[in-house]
């Protein structure tokens, strides 16, 4: 099957006189006819369901929906994209270890990285992507267990170069694990360029209608975990009775292991009718990805040719620093474009407030155009010199163009230009 099919059919397939629509199963438990019935389950998880803490029959079928998407083995959702990050890294990170992770990431995925993580004695090594390949392999340690970047990366823009990535950390024995929230399985699949291991926050394009906060990991499979240097999946778990993920589950023994071992201690699953949600939104991604990127595209062209407009990010643009990786890596950028206005501050203010169709939120990827001003929302803590350390111009406006008529999106922008001077 083709995306836009996957998106309608994957991961539900009603048999006769059942509902057409994957049903929301509500219950946080399960009926078994005998304790015999009970104690083989929990032998054994996959053969049956327990408890909604760590897997329920709505959230499943969007689970295997995603999986087929990003061409993985399965998938583990989660209550946020954080949580999913955190729960990537900690399946094969333990006190001690270490991993790298590329300095273009979500701002709330540097704070875990580098704050929360650092107190649980898992140390983040940050790279810029434009690192050359040795000073990569300068940071690995021998406790290194992962790699980390973020396809499209959220605010920076820029492409991960997730090929050259792969290579490196294969060549170390580790795995690598891309956030794919931007770009999402229509406009790039991870895994064909060598990621091991997939994680979104579907709380963005997946979900698209600003519904609720989510997130997904998603196993490739493909990854060698008896290597040597993941004794926690080869060597017996001693809170699952001896059992060890390699030799039981094979392919499928990391997300095995992130359902039964943290997912049942940590407890961040969805609630069923979240689920439902996420899968009405799943079900339009492939047709909305391609018109966000379209409108995108033809608002970053007009930015480009704007006077009042000093530069414009967008990966999709010809003369964007990323638009070869784009090009090799994406079939189309999204909806998301990063510009600066001339002026700094003070006109960034006064254009932002002049908008009207777009809307002044903390959030991108919605189904409706929203606007952001790093230097006085999510950036606002820091000083003028911590702003340009990091990339941040006080000019810099983000903006997400959603699936409203461009010409309409086009007008707004025209509005709110015309009120700087
Ligand atoms: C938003 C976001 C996250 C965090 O996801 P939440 O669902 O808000 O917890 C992680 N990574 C990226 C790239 C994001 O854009």
Same mark, same amino acid.
């Given at each position: 099957?083709?995306?836009?099919?996957?998106?309608?059919?994957?991961?539900?397939?009603?048999?006769?006189? !059942?509902?057409?629509?994957?049903? +929301?199963?509500?219950?946080? *438990?399960?009926?078994?006819?005998? *304790?015999?019935?009970?104690?083989?389950?929990?032998?054994?998880?996959?053969?049956?369901?327990?408890?909604?803490?760590?897997?329920?029959?709505?959230?499943?079928?969007?689970?295997?929906?995603? =999986? @087929?998407?990003?061409?993985?083995?399965?998938?583990?959702?989660? *209550?946020?994209?954080?949580?999913?990050?955190?729960?990537?890294?900690?399946?094969?990170?333990?006190?001690?270890?270490? &991993?790298?992770?590329?300095?273009?990431?979500?701002?709330?995925?540097?704070?875990?990285?580098?704050?929360?993580?650092?107190?649980?004695?898992?140390?983040?090594?940050?790279?810029? @992507?434009?690192?050359?390949?040795?000073?990569?392999?300068?940071?690995?340690?021998?406790?290194?267990?992962?790699?980390?970047?973020? *396809?499209?990366?959220?605010?920076?823009?820029?492409?991960?170069?997730?090929?050259?990535?792969?290579?490196?950390?294969?060549?170390?024995?580790?795995?690598?694990?891309?956030?794919?929230?931007?770009?999402?399985? +229509?406009?790039?699949?991870?895994?064909?360029?060598?990621?091991?291991?997939?994680?979104?926050?579907?709380?963005?394009?997946?979900?698209?209608? =600003?519904?609720? +906060?989510?997130?997904?990991?998603?196993?490739?499979?493909?990854?060698?975990?008896?290597?040597?240097?993941?004794?926690?999946?080869?060597?017996?778990?001693?809170?699952?009775?001896?059992?060890?993920?390699?030799? !039981?589950?094979?392919?499928?023994?990391?997300?095995?292991?992130?359902?039964?071992?943290?997912?049942?201690?940590?407890?961040?699953?969805?609630?069923?009718?979240?689920? &439902?949600?996420?899968?009405?939104?799943?079900?339009?991604?492939?047709?909305?990805?391609?018109?966000?990127?379209?409108?995108?595209?033809?608002? =970053?062209?007009?930015?480009?040719?704007?006077?009042?407009? @000093?530069?414009?990010?967008?990966?999709?643009?010809?003369?964007?620093?990323?638009?070869?990786?784009?090009?090799?890596?994406?079939?189309?950028?999204?909806?998301?474009?990063?510009?600066?206005?001339?002026?700094?501050?003070?006109?960034?203010?006064?254009?932002?407030?002049?908008?009207?169709?777009?809307?002044?939120?903390?959030?991108?990827?919605?189904?409706?155009?929203?606007?952001?001003?790093?230097?006085?929302?999510?950036?606002?803590?820091?000083?003028? !010199?911590?702003?340009?350390?990091?990339?941040?111009?006080?000019?810099?406006?983000?903006?997400?163009?959603?699936?409203?008529?461009?010409?309409?999106?086009?007008?707004?922008?025209?509005?709110? &230009?015309?009120? +700087?001077?």
């Amino acid at each position: 099957m083709k995306d836009a099919t996957k998106c309608l059919h994957s991961g539900y397939h009603p048999k006769n006189t !059942e509902p057409r629509v994957v049903p +929301i199963v509500q219950s946080t *438990t399960y009926v078994f006819d005998s *304790t015999d019935d009970v104690a083989a389950v929990f032998d054994d998880p996959t053969k049956a369901l327990i408890y909604s803490r760590f897997a329920n029959p709505t959230v499943m079928a969007v689970e295997q929906k995603i =999986a @087929e998407l990003e061409g993985g083995v399965a998938a583990m959702c989660t *209550t946020s994209g954080q949580a999913a990050n955190l729960l990537a890294i900690l399946n094969i990170c333990r006190a001690g270890d270490s &991993f790298i992770s590329t300095t273009q990431i979500y701002g709330g995925t540097i704070n875990l990285f580098g704050f929360t993580l650092k107190k649980l004695g898992i140390e983040c090594i940050f790279v810029g @992507e434009e690192a050359t390949d040795e000073e990569i392999e300068a940071a690995f340690k021998p406790n290194t267990k992962a790699v980390f970047g973020e *396809t499209i990366a959220n605010p920076a823009l820029s492409v991960f170069d997730i090929e050259r990535f792969a290579k490196i950390a294969h060549k170390h024995g580790v795995p690598l694990i891309v956030d794919n929230t931007f770009a999402t399985p +229509i406009l790039c699949k991870p895994f064909e360029f060598g990621a091991d291991i997939v994680t979104h926050s579907t709380s963005k394009y997946m979900d698209g209608h =600003a519904l609720q +906060i989510g997130g997904v990991i998603v196993d490739s499979g493909k990854f060698d975990w008896s290597n040597g240097n993941f004794p926690e999946l080869v060597e017996p778990d001693e809170s699952y009775h001896g059992l060890s993920y390699v030799k !039981e589950y094979g392919k499928m023994a990391y997300i095995l292991k992130a359902r039964m071992q943290l997912m049942r201690d940590f407890g961040c699953y969805p609630a069923a009718h979240s689920a &439902f949600l996420l899968n009405l939104g799943l079900e339009t991604l492939a047709v909305r990805m391609k018109q966000y990127c379209e409108n995108a595209l033809t608002v =970053a062209k007009y930015l480009e040719a704007n006077d009042k407009v @000093e530069s414009v990010m967008y990966p999709g643009l010809e003369n964007d620093k990323c638009h070869a990786l784009a090009k090799k890596y994406l079939k189309g950028c999204s909806g998301v474009i990063t510009f600066v206005i001339k002026g700094g501050k003070a006109n960034a203010v006064k254009f932002m407030d002049a908008l009207s169709l777009a809307s002044n939120e903390v959030h991108v990827a919605d189904i409706r155009t929203c606007v952001l001003h790093p230097a006085s929302e999510t950036h606002r803590q820091l000083t003028d !010199e911590q702003l340009v350390a990091a990339g941040i111009n006080s000019g810099m406006v983000r903006f997400s163009v959603g699936l409203e008529d461009v010409e309409d999106i086009l007008a707004d922008l025209d509005k709110a &230009f015309a009120a +700087i001077d």
